[in-house]
């Protein structure tokens, strides 16, 4: 039963709302950056243990896995994180829904492997995505979970869940990696992770669900949760109709190069958008109450984060090079290219990352169902041209799409939202100014040190000289936006007063 536990309503003041998300974002930040550290040194030691074709079939498999997994709580979640109040009997509802379902998709896919894997002529892939299917049920019983704790700010439980989930599915892959398991490593790895993520939400939360459901609150939550399963499923396809279109045309070698490039531009945005986006939507939820501090709150962290995201994915255009073969080794050289053309997808990330979060959080999902709708069709229609012209040329077609939709995501920010476009686009100047700059010092190093460096010894230089640069630039050029990080680092660390200036009182820890 749930006696421990109370829902939380929304709503409070300035100050409170800051040290809270401040706090919520730090939290955030040793989630996502010591789990993808810890992802990606285990990444490094399986890419020299693993051939491409190993990571290819897991990377076919996990298509259909992710697309299982977006339906598992059909948008319950995100519905208990928007509404300002909820009861135990929304929760109840919510998490038996998301066990049904997960316990439903695992049989149904255990049925349709053999099919599945007839039909795209991979006879491996059969026994990797019956076993891959228990994933849904670990969803199914975290679901839940997870989305009280992001409602109620509670970063801490979710990064100590992460890490652990992290350290114990990373110690099984590297293992049978080692002791040649090849696929199957990969496999082990993600159910691991996905067990001990399970345990420790159920040992770190305190609501427990009871036998209870009511009819009337799942049809209040599934009138918002349609909504982002929609969008959610329209998501999946445009960012895996590359995966399945080049497993099936090409086959699970040129995949396994292309999920390694790629996997070099998932990391980047967990690093670097995922961290605020995760607390973007809780926060912006709170002040749905008052759409003038909600777009203030929406140009302040476009601002912010556009300082990380910006020379962050340029930077890593111009490095992914001499990036990949000092990661993952020579043979790997093929997945640098396709990596140095998605990460060009960098611009359209820092002025579009938490539109989605933003329109949710105002209440229109259908808007953002909308663009993801026209998000999907494009990608997919790309993807089907450039796909027998190579991996390199199915991520310019991602990328290429992303600036063609940059117009409209604008306009209904603006429309929609509230957000004007000419003030928001003001907001990035000062960081893309300094960004330029990065960019020219890092070819600058290239064309004068690149016949005389290895690739090591290059990409060093290149960080340095680039960090250094846009660092100085910023500085001189921005320096509100560099205020605004140190306050936001001021508030994350400060220690909580007896009332915040607003005369709240703090919120419990």
Do not use: C
Request: proline content about 5%; overall charge positive; cysteine-free.
């Amino acid at each position: 039963m749930s006696e421990g536990w109370t829902p939380e309503r929304h709503g409070e003041g300035d100050g409170a709302l800051r040290g809270r998300v401040a706090r919520g974002l730090t939290w955030t930040v040793v989630d996502t950056w010591g789990r993808q550290v810890l992802n990606l040194a285990v990444f490094v030691v399986l890419a020299r243990f693993l051939a491409p074709d190993d990571f290819g079939v897991v990377a076919l498999a996990a298509v259909f896995v992710a697309l299982a997994q977006v339906v598992v709580d059909q948008g319950l979640g995100d519905a208990l994180i928007q509404r300002r109040e909820i009861t135990r009997s929304h929760v109840d509802t919510a998490f038996w829904v998301a066990v049904v379902t997960g316990l439903l998709l695992t049989v149904t896919t255990v049925l349709v492997a053999g099919p599945v894997s007839a039909f795209l002529r991979e006879p491996a892939l059969e026994p990797v995505l019956a076993i891959l299917s228990l994933s849904f049920v670990f969803a199914a019983l975290s679901s839940i979970q997870i989305a009280l704790l992001r409602r109620e700010l509670a970063f801490r439980s979710l990064a100590l869940r992460s890490i652990l989930a992290s350290l114990g599915g990373g110690a099984v892959g590297v293992v049978l990696a080692v002791l040649g398991a090849g696929a199957w490593a990969l496999v082990a790895q993600q159910l691991v992770a996905g067990a001990v993520s399970v345990v420790a939400l159920w040992t770190l939360s305190p609501w427990r669900p009871s036998w209870s459901f009511s009819l009337p609150q799942f049809r209040e939550l599934f009138g918002f949760g349609l909504n982002i399963v929609g969008s959610d499923l329209l998501t999946f396809l445009s960012r895996n109709g590359d995966n399945f279109l080049i497993g099936a045309v090409l086959g699970t070698t040129p995949l396994g190069f292309y999920a390694v490039g790629y996997r070099l531009l998932d990391v980047t945005q967990v690093l670097l958008i995922n961290v605020a986006r995760k607390i973007s939507f809780p926060a912006f939820s709170r002040l749905q109450h008052d759409p003038e501090r909600m777009v203030r709150a929406y140009l302040q962290v476009t601002r912010t984060t556009s300082a990380l995201i910006l020379p962050g994915y340029v930077g890593m255009a111009l490095v992914a090079f001499e990036l990949v073969p000092v990661l993952f080794g020579a043979r790997w050289q093929a997945s640098g290219e396709v990596a140095a053309v998605l990460f060009l997808i960098g611009p359209v990330l820092s002025l579009q990352a938490f539109s989605g979060s933003y329109l949710n959080a105002v209440g229109r999902p259908d808007v953002t169902l909308r663009f993801r709708l026209i998000t999907t069709a494009t990608n997919v229609i790309g993807f089907l041209i450039a796909v027998p012209f190579g991996i390199v040329a199915v991520a310019g077609a991602y990328v290429i799409r992303g600036y063609l939709l940059l117009p409209l995501n604008l306009y209904w920010l603006r429309v929609h939202g509230g957000v004007p476009t000419g003030a928001y686009l003001a907001e990035l100047r000062g960081t893309g100014l300094a960004t330029l700059l990065m960019a020219a010092a890092v070819t600058a190093t290239r064309l004068l040190a690149g016949d005389a460096l290895g690739p090591a010894p290059l990409l060093a230089l290149q960080v340095v000289v680039g960090a250094a640069t846009f660092v100085a630039a910023v500085w001189i050029v921005d320096r509100r936006t560099v205020r605004e990080l140190r306050e936001l680092v001021g508030h994350a660390f400060r220690r909580r007063r007896a009332a915040d200036p607003d005369g709240d009182e703090p919120p419990a820890e």
